[in-house]
């Protein structure tokens, strides 16, 4: 099986190296921005709206005059740049139709890029080549990288390379055509050697995740935590002289606050999800009405920061390479109100009860966990059971899981 992969990673550049990407970068943002004006200007003007190619051709003949600063970087810079546009405006009219077709989203019309956003990226293709420690880009040359053996070097196609600009730091990546063992062998393979367990995942604001198997996967809370000394940049920005040397330094601080807060978060949902892939043979969430939670203000902040969406996102594009299938209970499956080892379902199960009492059965369990494990029986709920709303009482877990279950109710101590 042939997948694409993407590798993202660090430069370690000199300054006439950073001097050179910064050019690069603002050719790309200047023929982004030269091309939307002109195809605004066409369209405007009632005349046939210029695509990447048209404009490319337009922009060779500029570079033989007023535009000879464009030989100093590789033609790839803006001519991949009109490539993004051309595809900022498919997706915008992409976008048009859904809209016409009633669906309730922003349409959005692509925007010019400002250099108050960073610096920006620019694409190169061509003549890539890896090695351990640098990266060979056309016209910018040999590129240190500040991880070494991290781009892999073997058997893989190098399409393109991307490189970014964020906080003052570079970054370069490429997208590689790769071969990877087929998912149906593997599958074979490993179920010989060790089942690997179906896992129920509670998705929650207090822990990012709570697996039924009692492992607990702590919030990093990045932003809560980093929220103080943001704000305290944030009023450094506002107090500096528009224009000023300080305010451009303290808005530099500020972006990379935010950068760090981001790289935290996403450090932690990294791993969460590649530990599920890798160990679990499915995995099954529940599914979050994450927009209509969103529009709960207290909530907001806190839903924001853990990123659902990209927890699933994750879980599913890794499953794909390891082999776990991510499942997804609906809405109405009671996996809060249920009790995970008699089945009894609560009519009432308010929000702020951080723990589960059954009345039948007596146990009492931590809350998430109780919805993991619920979650864990999704797969084999029978339809009566994925639906129930809260009256009779059902027939609980198996036996042998209702064993574990007794298990994990002890290890769950330390969480109530
Ligand atoms: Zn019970």
Redesign the pocket.
């Known amino acids: 099986m042939i997948v694409l992969r993407a590798f993202k990673t660090e430069l370690d550049l000199n300054n006439r190296q950073k001097t050179a990407c910064a050019q690069h970068a603002g050719a790309a943002r200047w023929a982004y921005n030269w091309g939307l004006a002109r195809k605004i200007e066409a369209y405007q003007t009632g005349q046939k709206v210029p695509t990447a190619i048209d404009l490319h051709r337009e922009l060779n003949a500029l570079k033989k005059g007023e535009l000879a600063w464009l030989y100093e970087v590789s033609k790839c810079a803006p001519q991949e740049a009109l490539r993004n546009l051309d595809q900022a405006y498919a997706h915008f009219f992409r976008r048009v139709k859904k809209k016409k077709a009633g669906k309730k989203i922003q349409v959005g019309f692509p925007r010019f890029k400002s250099k108050k956003n960073g610096l920006g990226s620019f694409r190169l293709t061509g003549a890539i080549h890896v090695f351990e420690k640098a990266i060979q880009l056309p016209r910018l040359g040999r590129l240190r990288l500040k991880e070494r053996g991290y781009l892999p070097l073997d058997g893989v196609k190098v399409l393109s390379a991307t490189v970014s600009e964020q906080g003052g730091r570079w970054f370069v990546s490429v997208p590689v055509e790769m071969s990877q063992p087929d998912q149906t062998h593997r599958l074979a393979f490993g179920a010989g050697q060790t089942a690997k367990p179906v896992a129920g995942v509670d998705l929650g604001i207090l822990a990012l995740a709570t697996v039924s198997d009692g492992t607990r996967i702590e919030n990093p809370r990045a932003l809560k935590r980093n929220l103080g000394k943001i704000k305290r940049l944030q009023r450094s920005v506002s107090r500096q002289q528009k224009g000023s040397a300080n305010r451009r330094k303290a808005v530099q601080q500020l972006a990379r606050a935010h950068i760090r807060v981001a790289n935290i978060r996403k450090d932690t949902l990294h791993q969460a999800t590649s530990l599920l892939a890798r160990t679990k043979s499915a995995v099954v969430l529940e599914d979050l009405n994450v927009s209509g939670m969103m529009k709960n203000h207290h909530l907001a902040q806190a839903i924001a920061d853990v990123g659902f969406h990209e927890f699933r996102r994750q879980l599913t594009y890794k499953g794909e390479w390891y082999g776990c299938e991510v499942q997804v209970a609906d809405r109405f499956y009671p996996s809060t109100k249920r009790?995970?080892?008699?089945?009894?379902v609560k009519p009432e199960f308010d929000l702020s009860e951080r723990v589960y009492e059954?009345?039948?059965?007596?146990?009492i369990i931590d809350r998430d966990l109780n919805a993991a494990l619920n979650l864990e029986c999704w797969p084999t709920a029978s339809s009566a059971e994925r639906h129930a709303c809260g009256e009779g009482v059902r027939p609980?877990r198996p036996a042998v899981l209702d064993e574990a279950g007794t298990e994990r109710r002890s290890t769950s101590c330390r969480y109530v």
């Open positions: 009790c995970s080892r008699c089945g009894n059954c009345e039948v059965c007596h146990l609980g």
